[in-house]
């Protein structure tokens, strides 16, 4: 396995050949933030001495998958991996998803070697979760020490590190592509309306993220109040984060999991607040011109819903009564039966248990509503152009997900034939799957190489009215005219907001 020596302004690093490509894994961008810097905002790493040796993957943040506890407080780092050959290449970061809950950037089916192939040099990172990175505990007594969008400004240390070195690795630093899933599409976002990152990127892909999920100080303290409970706390315990065990606070951050839709329906986990660092809510921020020039591209899935709402232990509201509360938490009950009637009307029946009707809202709310806003707010500042991911599989049929949230992963990544992805296109015609996921990854390997989807085929958006590319059996652009009554119901409706 071959070695390669790069020199970047923090240290030489080495990373190794393998399979026509150079990896360099686990490079810290910033400090551990552990000790006196736990809870406080990312700090640049020191130059080391020496020659960093960047064979592995580093440590995934503190974090619970199922049953599962796993990483580690010392997480920042990044991953480069960069075809042979080739200067001034085109620029791909992805952020993972999770809900800014869990994931890592060395999941398999995220590790980008399509791109690789593809001439892109692929960058990926690592960022705190949870209680850590996304608990926003300013304000409250014993926390003074503390700062907001702890997790924000991880993002923001990796983007300048990689803004600052990437030309050292191959890449031109103005030609750089923001993109992710889920959380990582809601990051995606964000980080157009993050003033220190101007300039760092010129192109946005958000797939499936939440581009409203971010709270005001006050409305965080709504899960502030769920978490102490979960801890069995109360405000005069909360300087015992600066020491505790980091697994410990799992406990809390499980609590809201379990409780957030029973408590304020609708709302979404603890996500980036508005504060110094984000100046403003995202999407208004992009309609007056933050993100002037920059390309995006932006969608959904079919069916997000499916994935969320859940006859027990829901993530989004399951039932009139929750969604009626929602409505009423947000002082907007006069427009909840026309709220109601227009989803009753789009409902033919249940899935798995659960009425089609909140699987429907469940997927406008986070997902498809708010991506239509953000094509809106940018399209009078920079090229826009819209998708939806509508392929529903056998294997999406049988287990009820339809074409649920994250199922357009093994698409986007050209990562299809083994694991989960492997079982989730079980069965289906291997003519058909191989020009979907086609199709779907070089949009994105032309986008990010080119500035443009693909040609003439998928033009820009405009409009409500405007042709979006469809990805189903078959990859037609056509447009949608539902969304002009669905936008007219949800233009003066804002929850959690204020």
């Given at each position: 396995?071959?070695?390669?020596?790069?020199?970047?302004?923090?240290?030489?690093?080495?990373?190794?050949?393998?399979?026509?490509?150079?990896?360099?894994?686990?490079?810290?961008?910033?400090?551990?933030?552990?000790?006196?810097?736990?809870?406080?905002?990312?700090?640049?790493?020191?130059?080391?001495?020496?020659?960093?040796?960047?064979?592995?993957?580093?440590?995934?943040?503190?974090?619970?998958?199922?049953?599962?506890?796993?990483?580690?407080?010392?997480?920042?780092?990044?991953?480069?991996?960069r075809p042979l050959e080739g200067e001034n290449l085109p620029v791909l970061v992805f952020i993972h998803g999770g809900g800014y809950n869990t994931g890592s950037a060395s999941d398999p089916l995220i590790v980008g070697d399509s791109f690789v192939r593809n001439?892109?040099?692929?960058?990926?990172?690592?960022?705190?979760?949870?209680?850590?990175?996304?608990?926003?505990?300013?304000?409250?007594?014993?926390?003074?020490?503390?700062?907001?969008?702890?997790?924000?400004?991880?993002?923001?240390?990796?983007?300048?590190?990689?803004?600052?070195?990437?030309?050292?690795?191959?890449?031109?630093?103005?030609?750089?592509?923001?993109?992710?899933?889920?959380a990582g599409g809601t990051s995606a976002v964000m980080l157009m309306a993050v003033p220190d990152l101007k300039g760092t990127f010129q192109q946005v892909i958000a797939s499936s993220g939440l581009p409203n999920g971010v709270f005001s100080h006050e409305m965080?303290?709504?899960?502030?109040?769920?978490?102490?409970?979960?801890?069995?706390?109360?405000?005069?315990?909360?300087?015992?984060?600066?020491?505790?065990?980091?697994?410990?606070?799992?406990?809390?951050?499980?609590?809201?999991?379990?409780?957030?839709?029973?408590?304020?329906?609708?709302?979404?986990?603890?996500?980036?607040?508005?504060?110094?660092?984000?100046?403003?809510?995202?999407?208004?921020?992009?309609?007056?011109?933050?993100?002037?020039?920059?390309?995006?591209?932006?969608?959904?899935?079919?069916?997000?819903?499916?994935?969320?709402?859940?006859?027990?232990?829901?993530?989004?509201?399951?039932?009139?009564?929750?969604?009626?509360?929602?409505?009423?938490?947000?002082?907007?009950?006069?427009?909840?039966?026309?709220?109601?009637?227009?989803?009753?009307?789009?409902?033919?029946?249940?899935?798995?248990?659960?009425?089609?009707?909140?699987?429907?809202?469940?997927?406008?709310?986070?997902?498809?509503?708010?991506?239509?806003?953000?094509?809106?707010?940018?399209?009078?500042?920079?090229?826009?152009?819209?998708?939806?991911?509508?392929?529903?599989?056998?294997?999406?049929?049988?287990?009820?997900m339809l074409c649920s949230h994250a199922m357009d992963l093994p698409c986007d990544f050209n990562y299809y034939k083994e694991g989960f992805p492997k079982m989730q296109f079980e069965g289906e015609p291997e003519d058909v799957v191989e020009n979907l996921v086609?199709?779907?990854?070089?949009?994105?390997?032309?986008?990010?190489?080119?500035?443009?989807?693909?040609?003439?085929?998928?033009?820009?958006?405009?409009?409500?009215?405007?042709?979006?590319?469809?990805?189903?059996?078959?990859?037609?652009?056509?447009?949608?005219?539902?969304?002009?009554?669905?936008?007219?119901?949800?233009?003066?409706?804002?929850?959690?907001?204020?």
């Open positions: 396995m071959e070695q390669h020596i790069v020199e970047t302004t923090t240290g030489k690093i080495r990373g190794y050949e393998k399979e026509g490509q150079i990896a360099f894994l686990g490079i810290p961008y910033a400090k551990p933030p552990v000790g006196k810097l736990r809870l406080k905002r990312a700090v640049p790493i020191e130059p080391w001495e020496g020659v960093l040796d960047a064979k592995e993957y580093g440590s995934p943040a503190v974090q619970k998958m199922g049953d599962q506890i796993m990483g580690s407080e010392d997480c920042l780092t990044l991953n480069i991996r001439g892109i040099v692929y960058v990926s990172f690592q960022y705190r979760l949870n209680v850590w990175g996304f608990y926003d505990f300013t304000g409250y007594p014993g926390c003074d020490g503390f700062e907001s969008n702890c997790g924000l400004s991880d993002h923001i240390a990796a983007m300048q590190w990689i803004h600052k070195n990437i030309s050292a690795f191959g890449g031109d630093p103005d030609r750089v592509t923001i993109s992710g899933e889920s965080n303290k709504k899960h502030i109040e769920l978490f102490m409970e979960g801890m069995g706390w109360t405000e005069a315990d909360l300087y015992k984060l600066a020491d505790i065990d980091p697994f410990e606070v799992l406990k809390g951050n499980d609590f809201i999991a379990k409780m957030h839709q029973y408590r304020y329906p609708g709302i979404n986990l603890p996500s980036p607040v508005v504060d110094d660092l984000l100046p403003e809510r995202p999407i208004e921020a992009i309609k007056k011109g933050c993100a002037k020039g920059i390309r995006l591209m932006i969608g959904n899935n079919l069916n997000e819903g499916t994935f969320f709402v859940r006859k027990e232990n829901t993530f989004f509201p399951n039932s009139w009564e929750m969604i009626q509360e929602l409505f009423k938490n947000n002082s907007l009950e006069n427009c909840f039966e026309e709220a109601k009637a227009y989803y009753e009307s789009g409902s033919h029946g249940e899935v798995n248990g659960v009425d089609e009707a909140f699987i429907n809202f469940g997927t406008d709310l986070p997902f498809q509503v708010p991506a239509i806003k953000t094509a809106q707010a940018q399209k009078e500042h920079g090229s826009v152009w819209m998708y939806r991911y509508e392929y529903i599989t056998e294997f999406g049929r049988k287990t009820g086609n199709s779907v990854h070089m949009g994105w390997v032309n986008f990010v190489k080119y500035g443009i989807p693909d040609g003439e085929e998928w033009p820009e958006y405009t409009g409500y009215d405007s042709p979006v590319r469809i990805y189903d059996r078959e990859i037609v652009t056509r447009s949608l005219p539902e969304r002009r009554e669905l936008m007219k119901l949800w233009e003066n409706l804002h929850f959690y907001e204020d």
